[in-house]
């Protein structure tokens, strides 16, 4: 496959402004836009992003890709696929490629790291490829909350017989990110209500249901460690200030004052050296679509 990044134009209707088709799901208020609004938010510190904080899912990957079996004969689909972290990752497997996101700036490090792979800039809600063309849908912290309409496309898009896998944050005490995520949300108009919204999907049974209900079978758990390590304060920050959903919080606060609020709020990692190192339950679910 060649890389292309097309843009396709969208009339779902989502729930927030904030999610770029990744990291932090979300829907719109009713214009198709909105997705490439927040594709924007999370394009504003892709580096940062990239090399940053995206590195925790590593070994997420690694497990959600042994547990569906990820290898040369895979045709496979990540949505929400940021900076292509996981599809790097399936492309060494040998697996044919592709991926959605709403930031055409993640997108752009995902075309180095995925060379080849089918990637486009769109909507998660209304995904550009037929039926039953893929063996294997994932998506790393991109499904969330009120995404079900999502989890539907990614069934139509997977083959009988083919397999889906998803991750999202574990139990409140089992996050050092959440004081940094509670900092965030009261720092920007209605973020905090967002953030609360979305990681409804961590309650137990809802994950399940919505799986279930697109038409999954053999539904299994597990978990592994998100571990972020930052070496400096400056590091840090620049780490936790690039997802799109700090962007509100950014503005209405401003830069100074946010830094301020979230280094504080993640002084309990912070060792005598100045380094920083936080540990996150990161979920993984496997499923299979009935042949």
């Known amino acids: ?45 892709a580096s940062d992003w990239a090399y940053l904080f995206e590195p925790y899912a ?43 996101d709403a930031s055409a700036g993640l997108l752009e490090i995902a075309a180095r790291r995925a060379v080849g792979a089918d990637l486009v800039q769109g909507d998660m809600f209304d995904l550009p490829w037929e039926e039953s063309f893929f063996d294997v849908v994932v998506s790393f912290n991109g499904i969330w909350g009120g995404c079900e309409a999502a989890v539907a496309e990614m069934a139509r898009v997977c083959r009988p017989g083919g397999r889906i896998g998803l991750t999202y944050w574990g139990a409140p005490e089992r996050l050092d990110l959440l004081s940094y995520f509670m900092t965030v949300g009261a720092a920007g108009p209605g973020v905090s209500e967002e953030i609360v919204s979305l990681a409804t999907i961590n309650v137990p049974g809802v994950a399940e249901s919505m799986l279930a209900d697109a038409g999954f079978e053999d539904i299994t758990f597990g978990s592994t460690q998100a571990i972020l390590e930052f070496g400096d304060d400056d590091i840090a920050w620049r780490a936790l200030r690039s ?9 209405h606060t401003g830069e100074r004052t946010l830094r301020r609020q979230v280094l504080e709020a993640i002084s309990p990692h912070r060792h005598d050296d100045g380094t920083y190192r936080l540990s996150n339950e990161l979920i993984h679910v496997v499923a299979r679509k009935p042949s």
């Open 1 to 45: 496959m060649s890389t292309t990044t097309s843009n396709r134009e969208s009339t779902s209707s989502h729930e927030s402004t904030l999610c770029r088709d990744a990291d932090t799901p979300g829907a719109d208020t009713g214009g198709g836009a909105d997705w490439q609004i927040a594709g924007q938010a999370w394009s504003h510190a």
């Open 58 to 100: 590593r070994d997420a990957i690694e497990a959600v890709f042994d547990l569906v079996g990820v290898n040369s004969q895979t045709r496979l689909l990540d949505v929400a696929c940021g900076a292509g972290n996981s599809l790097g990752r399936a492309s060494r497997l040998g697996a044919s490629v592709a991926g959605l």
């Open 243 to 251: 997802p799109g959903l700090v962007l509100p919080s950014i503005r």
